[in-house]
C-alpha cells in the first residue's frame, strides 16, 4: 500500500490521502519508524520483502518464489527440483498486457493447467519414471512450474514490472556469471547469487542454466499456441475480453533452509498465517506457521477482510503468540494502476481488518502488540515494485508514544525507531 506523491492527490502519497483512522490513532499511540525491506543487490519482489520482514536474513534462505509457493500448494520438493512461479498471463499485439491473465479465476486457470500438463510435461528419464516438467495449480493466475534438474542461474522478468512492454526481450536467460561480467543487480534478475554457475545443477540428469533457459523459452512459446486454441480464450476472444494466453515462468530455487521463528525468538511458541497468496503461505510455512484458511480470501479487493480480521483474533485467543496477516488487494490494484481502487483497498484495511482486530484485543487482560506496515511500495503510476523504505507502526497499551501523529510514508520519517534493515524490525518487535 505505500506509494509516492501523487500530483492527482496534490502531491499526497494514497496513505497521506486515504481516510484511515485506524492506523493513524495506533500511530498517535505507538512508534513509528521506515525499514528497508529489501537488501541491495535483491529484487524488490513480495517474497524477498516478507521473508525479511520476518528477520531471515535473505543471503542465506534466499531462494525465489517458486519454492515457497510449492511449500504453500503441498508440493514436496525434491533434492533435485527447481521450482519456479509461472503467472499465465495476458500478451497483446507483442506486448505484456497484464501480469493476471485478465483477473483469471482458479476454477478456470485449473483447466488451462491441466491442459499444460497433458501437452507439455515430458518424461526425461523412461527408466526412472519422473517427469523433467510438471505444472501444479495455484491460485488464480499464481502457478508453479517444477524443472527436475533444471537450473535457477537464470535471468527472468516477472510480468508485473513490464506491463506494455514487448515480451520477446524479456525471454529468460542463463545468468552470466561475475567473471564473464554479469550483474547480479540487474532489475530483471531472480538470481541474487554472487557464486559462479557450475556446469550442471542437481541429481540425475541435471541442465545447465542455458539448457534450463532454453526448456522455459521453449515452453513459453509452445503454452502460447496451445492456449490461443483453448476453449477458454476462444470465448474470450469471441466477447473481445482479454485471454489468458501465455506462461510466464520466473523467480525459480530450490528447497530453501530456514529456521522457524520458533528457534529464533523465546516468545513465539505458535503462530499462525493468513493470506490468500501462495507465495506468502509458503513462507509462513518454512517459518512454522500454520496456513489458515480463510472463506472468501480472494487476494484482491474483493477478499474477505472480515473473515480475516476474526481469523486472526480466534488464532490468538487458540494460544498463538504470533500472527502474520497478510492483505494483497493494495498491490494488486497498484499493478492495475487503479487510485480510485488503491484508495479503498487501503481504507477496506483499516476499517475491515485493523479497526475490528485492535477493538477486539484492547480489552483483553493479556497485553497484545499489533504492528502494521507494507511489504514494499506499488506506486499506483508506476504499477510496479518499488525497494524504497515502508513506513510501520508498533503499538500496545504501554508502549511510550514518539511525536509521530499519523501513519504515511512522509510521517513515519521522523519516528522514534528510525531507519531499520532488515532483522531489525522483528527484535524491535520482539523486544516491546
Not at 517444477?146 to 515480451?167: L, N, T, Y
Not at 545468468?175 to 543487480?185: A, M, N, Q
Not at 526448456?215 to 512459446?221: C, E
Request: hydrophobic share 35%; with cysteine.
Amino acid at each position: 500500500m505505500a506509494d509516492l506523491p501523487v500530483e492527482r492527490l496534490g502531491g499526497k502519497t494514497l496513505l497521506q490521502y486515504a481516510h484511515k483512522p485506524m492506523m493513524d490513532q495506533l500511530a498517535s499511540r505507538g512508534r513509528t519508524g521506515r525499514l528497508v525491506t529489501v537488501p541491495e543487490g535483491f529484487p524488490p519482489g513480495s517474497e524477498v520483502a516478507n521473508t525479511a520482514i520476518l528477520g531471515y536474513d535473505l543471503n542465506k534462505v534466499y531462494e525465489g518464489r517458486g519454492p515457497l509457493e510449492a511449500a504453500s500448494i503441498g508440493y514436496e520438493m525434491r533434492d533435485d527440483d527447481m521450482a519456479i512461479r509461472c503467472n499465465i498471463i495476458t500478451l497483446e499485439d507483442g506486448r505484456i498486457v497484464t501480469h493476471n491473465g485478465g483477473n483469471l479465476q482458479t476454477d478456470d486457470a485449473r483447466l488451462l493447467i491441466d491442459y499444460l500438463n497433458d501437452r507439455l510435461a515430458a518424461p526425461i528419464n523412461s527408466k526412472a519414471g519422473y517427469e523433467q516438467v510438471k505444472f501444479i495449480t495455484g491460485i488464480q493466475y499464481r502457478h508453479l512450474l517444477v524443472i527436475r534438474g533444471g537450473s535457477k542461474h537464470i535471468v527472468c522478468a516477472p510480468p508485473h514490472d513490464h506491463p506494455g512492454e514487448p515480451w520477446r526481450p524479456l525471454l529468460v536467460k542463463a545468468s552470466p556469471s561475475p567473471s564473464e561480467g554479469g550483474d547480479v543487480k540487474s532489475p530483471i534478475a531472480t538470481d541474487s547469487s554472487n557464486q559462479t554457475p557450475p556446469p550442471s545443477e542437481g541429481l540425475g540428469e541435471a541442465l545447465t542454466p542455458q539448457q534450463t533457459a532454453d526448456l522455459l523459452n521453449t515452453l513459453i512459446l509452445q503454452s502460447q499456441q496451445l492456449l490461443a486454441d483453448h476453449p477458454y480464450n476462444r470465448a474470450k476472444a469471441a466477447k473481445g475480453q482479454r485471454q489468458a494466453n501465455s506462461i510466464w515462468p520466473w523467480s525459480g530455487g530450490y528447497r530453501p533452509s530456514m529456521l522457524t521463528l520458533q528457534q529464533q525468538y523465546p516468545q513465539i511458541k505458535n503462530g499462525s498465517v493468513i493470506s490468500a497468496v501462495d507465495l506468502i503461505r509458503g513462507i509462513g510455512h518454512y517459518a512454522g506457521l500454520k496456513i489458515v484458511e480463510v472463506p472468501g480470501a480472494t487476494g484482491l479487493a474483493d477478499t474477505n477482510y472480515e473473515g480475516k480480521a476474526q481469523a486472526a483474533i480466534d488464532a490468538l485467543r487458540g494460544g498463538d503468540d504470533f500472527v502474520f496477516v497478510h492483505v494483497e488487494a493494495s498491490d494488486e490494484a497498484g499493478h492495475d494502476g487503479d487510485l480510485e481502487l488503491k484508495l479503498r483497498t487501503i481504507e477496506y484495511l483499516d476499517q475491515r481488518i485493523i479497526a475490528p482486530i485492535y477493538n477486539e484485543v484492547s480489552t483483553w487482560q493479556e497485553p497484545v502488540c499489533m504492528a502494521v506496515l507494507p511489504d514494499h511500495l506499488t506506486p499506483v503510476e508506476q504499477r510496479i515494485h518499488v525497494g524504497q523504505p515502508v513506513p510501520f507502526l508498533i503499538w500496545h497499551r504501554d508502549i511510550q508514544p514518539d511525536q509521530v501523529q499519523t501513519y504515511d510514508e512522509v510521517s513515519c520519517v521522523e519516528g522514534s525507531y528510525g531507519l531499520l534493515r532488515l532483522g531489525e524490525f522483528m527484535k524491535a518487535l520482539m523486544s516491546e
